[in-house]
Structure formats: C-alpha cells, structure tokens
C-alpha cells in the first residue's frame, strides 16, 4: 500500500479529534455543543470556555492540517501509482480537513473546519494564506462577524491557489472541495447573517 494512503488515512484520523471538545472536558465544565453556536470549534470555545482554551482550540485545529500536509511533503516521492507527488499532498491535505468535519469519533460530525483548513494551506501556499489574513482581519474589523471573515475567506481562496500554485490543479480542486463543505457547514450563519441575528465578535 502506498504511504501516501497510509498517511491520508492517518490524516483523516488526527482530524476526527475534537480538539475543543477534549479540552473543554479536561479543563471547563463547558460543554460546546451544548452552549453558544452548539459547534466544537475555536470560536464557539473562545465565548464559553474562555479565550484560554479558545486559543488552544484553534492551534490544534490548525495542526490537524498540517502535520499530514507536511509529512507527504517530506516522505512521499515524486511519483506513486502514477499520481504526482501533488495529488498525494492534496490527499493528505483534504483528509484531516475531512475529519474535523466528519469525525469518526463523533458519529460523522464535526466543526466548520476553517482552521484546519488553514492548517492544511499553510504548507501548500503560504502567500495565499497571508492574504486571506489580511482578507479575514479587514472583514472582522470593519464588520465584526467572524462567520462573514471565515466564508470570504473560504470562497476567495481557490483563486489565490489557481493563481500561487498554477503548477498543481490538484491543488485547485481540494480548495474548492473545502469551500463547498464550509459554506455547507456555515449555512446556519449565512441565514443569520440574511437575518440580522449573527452574533457579533467582542475580543
């Protein structure tokens, strides 16, 4: 069995973790999915666990994405099962970004998955991440919704990748793959947002 599978796999295991759901238990009586937005991830941690545990929240959730990403990069080689070296990061890539959204360990669901997308576009682009930063941080400022930040983000990105990394369309499609599956798990927001109701973001 190639490692590239063996490593998607892996990939996919690592973001079934729940990462804000095992330190609320560990460390708060805050249950998420049972307070604020209901989801398990760093934004909703951050309002009812404290910004604490949010942080950490959102740094494990990032690392879900790249530690996969990362460990192709360095250990599959150029050409496995006639599949580019690409196609095997881009795997590795959509796996944990998968299982944060569709964790095993939590029936098949999961959280938004933003920030583990991050983590899974950091090694692949880092220059597109920068800009969604900028991108992410203008909304958030001027409008202080961080659900609005997360979906322009996710919906501006593929176009940074067609752009920063022309030479993979693998690349290309699992971003927009991500975006889909975002915008699908924001649809509660999105309708808030229609709404006028979306909480606001108070630091």
């Given at each position: 069995m190639p490692i590239g599978i063996l490593i998607a796999l892996f990939g996919y295991l690592l973001g079934s973790v729940?990462?804000?759901?095992?330190?609320?238990?560990?460390?708060?009586?805050?249950?998420?999915?049972?307070?604020?937005?209901?989801?398990?991830?760093a934004?909703?941690?951050?309002?009812?666990?404290g910004k604490a545990l949010g942080i950490l929240t959102l740094v494990g959730d990032v690392l879900k994405g790249v530690i996969p990403t990362v460990i192709v990069m360095h250990l599959v080689?150029?050409?496995q099962w006639g599949l580019s070296r690409h196609v095997w990061i881009a795997l590795a890539g959509l796996s944990p970004f998968l299982g944060h959204v569709f964790s095993i360990f939590l029936?098949?669901?999961?959280?938004?998955?933003?920030?583990?997308?991050?983590?899974?576009?950091?090694?692949?682009?880092?220059?597109?991440?920068l800009?969604?930063?900028?991108?992410?941080?203008?909304?958030?400022?001027?409008?202080?919704?961080?659900?609005?930040?997360?979906?322009?983000?996710?919906?501006?990105?593929?176009?940074?990748?067609?752009?920063?990394?022309?030479?993979?369309q693998a690349y290309f499609i699992?971003?927009?793959i991500i975006a889909a599956l975002i915008l699908y798990r924001h649809q509660s927001n999105i309708s808030r947002l229609l709404q006028g109701t979306e909480n606001k973001w108070k630091a």
């Open positions: 729940p990462t804000g759901l095992i330190l609320t238990k560990l460390f708060s009586k805050v249950d998420p999915r049972k307070t604020g937005s209901k989801n398990i991830g934004t909703n941690i951050f309002r009812t666990a080689p150029a050409d029936g098949f669901k999961g959280g938004k998955g933003v920030a583990t997308a991050l983590g899974v576009y950091l090694p692949i682009s880092t220059i597109s991440v800009i969604e930063f900028l991108i992410f941080a203008g909304i958030v400022w001027k409008w202080r919704y961080i659900s609005l930040g997360s979906i322009a983000c996710a919906t501006t990105i593929p176009i940074l990748i067609a752009f920063f990394r022309s030479d993979s699992i971003s927009v």
